[in-house]
């Protein structure tokens, strides 16, 4: 437990001459230079206007043997060690040098270039300062300037303070907080297991983690229970925290219990079963395991998603070659169209995604573009959710996939004809979705 004692206010000198150790498992260290000559300003500012206490933030750290494991505050700590050892090559101090613990850190490939590209950007900062100044202004980042240190024996609690700290701020994307809750949750398993996966999640493209979350996944998982899928945002992370392994009730030990047949993750997301079979893992209708299932759950929808955004752009290049379809609104219908594709495939498998079927998703999504001058976001989750009033009114096809036991069950529904009078009374840019009409329903004479 947090004990009274380990909340305190220390001093940048304390803080850093503690025995830090930054665990494998955290992110690499991506303070911009623009963040790290901040912190720089602001401190030396803060020292022109003779503040008594420059309070710089806050750094959670978890206690093992006489090791302090840096759970939050890398970054800041990281470039105050930086800070030192600006301050040792200008003035040849020693003491400045030997001062920081993770000067003997080791960082990956991502990280060291940061640390480079700022150790450049603080250098020539420091190169302005009078050599009087500059050591009295040493004097008052070591000394004058505090954290708030957190410290708890508790892997597990120190994760908890991680999470309160930044789900009430902005620091961190939606995606970077499920990160740690589900680490936290990896409490069974061993140092280098946390340390691959999060080699994996930290050199995978954050914008693109980012974006999985925000228009594929967390859309689909609310859209075949007819729930709004706009807006995902850290209030919404609870979505994807899964079922912890230490809950009992039915639905979570029958979950959890599906998975005791799993014998092996391989590159393609599939698990072979004891009789060789090869089954995929996961269902996006199905609740997900908290730890490292999560990791996993989102390097294979990942990989799904771009398996099928290749598959479309080949079968439909005729279509998605052409630059004038990459409008803001014809990009929500191409989100549309992937996500339904991504949900059937998942509910059965790609060899059920025959042409026709292909062909199918393709008109259910782009009815909706032929139908409206202009597609907003709204547009285009109030349609998923079978709340549009335009074209296929009151179809849900993300429920109706959901409910299906055999892909032959998607032959037998039918959509609506648009009629090329329809079309042209959409008040659409006719000339420009003309091919994508005639691709759907058929060639249109030029003297209609």
């Known amino acids: 437990m947090l004990e009274s004692n380990n909340l305190c206010i220390v001093s940048v000198r304390e803080i850093l001459d503690d025995n830090l150790i ?17 912190l720089v300003s602001d401190t030396y500012s803060a020292f022109q ?19 302090m494991n840096v759970v939050d505050g890398q970054q800041r700590l990281t470039t105050l060690s930086i800070m ?9 101090n020693e003491e400045y040098r030997n001062m920081s613990k993770l000067f003997n850190a080791e960082y990956n490939e991502l990280s060291t270039r940061a640390i480079i590209d700022n150790l450049e950007t603080i250098t020539r900062k420091i190169s302005e300062i009078d050599d009087v100044v ?11 300037c505090t954290l708030v240190k957190i410290v708890t024996d508790s892997e597990q609690e120190a994760f908890q303070f991680f999470d309160s700290q930044n789900s009430r701020g902005k620091e961190l994307a939606p995606h970077d907080l499920l990160k740690s809750y589900h680490l936290r949750e990896m409490h069974d398993d061993g140092e280098s297991e946390k340390v691959q996966i999060i080699n994996l999640w930290e050199n995978t493209n954050q914008k693109k983690l980012g974006l999985l979350f925000e228009k594929n996944l967390f859309p689909l998982v609310k859209w075949y229970k007819t729930q709004d899928g706009l807006n995902y945002s850290v209030k919404d992370i609870k979505t994807f925290k899964g079922i912890k392994k230490n809950n009992n009730y039915n639905f979570s030990v029958y979950n959890r219990a599906a998975n005791l047949y799993i014998e092996r993750f391989n590159d393609e997301g599939m698990y072979e079963l004891t009789s060789g079979k090869r089954v995929n893992q996961f269902q996006l209708t199905q609740p997900l395991i908290a730890g490292k299932r999560f990791f996993q759950y989102t390097f294979y929808y990942a990989d799904l998603y771009d398996m099928v955004e290749e598959h479309i752009d080949f079968k439909f290049k005729d279509i998605f070659a052409n630059k004038v379809y990459e ?5 929500y219908v191409k989100t549309l169209f992937i996500n339904v594709v991504m949900f059937y495939i998942d509910k059965f498998n790609f060899e059920a995604l025959t ?6 998703f393709f008109r259910w999504a782009y009815s909706l573009r032929l139908t409206m001058k202009a597609v907003y976001k709204e547009s285009v989750n109030n349609y998923a959710q079978g709340k549009g009033d335009r074209v296929n009114r009151e179809l849900n096809m993300f429920s109706a996939i959901a409910e299906m036991q055999d892909p032959m069950e998607l032959d037998t529904i039918i959509l609506e004809s648009i009629s090329y009078e329809s079309f042209k009374g959409s008040k659409i840019n006719e000339d420009k979705y003309k091919p994508v009409y ?5 060639i249109v004479s030029t003297d209609v």
């Open 134 to 144: 500059l050591e009295r202004y040493i004097s008052y980042v070591l000394n004058e």
């Open 22 to 38: 930054i665990p494998g498992y955290q992110r690499p260290y991506r303070w911009s230079t623009k963040s790290a000559l901040t």
């Open 49 to 67: 206007n003779k503040v008594s206490e420059y309070r710089i933030g806050s750094v959670v750290l978890h206690k093992t043997d006489e090791k």
């Open 84 to 92: 030192l050892y600006c301050f040792y090559k200008r003035t040849k």
């Open 438 to 442: 005639e691709k759907l329903f058929g």
């Open 327 to 331: 409008s803001t609104g014809d990009g």
């Open 355 to 360: 042409d026709s079927r292909l062909m199918f």
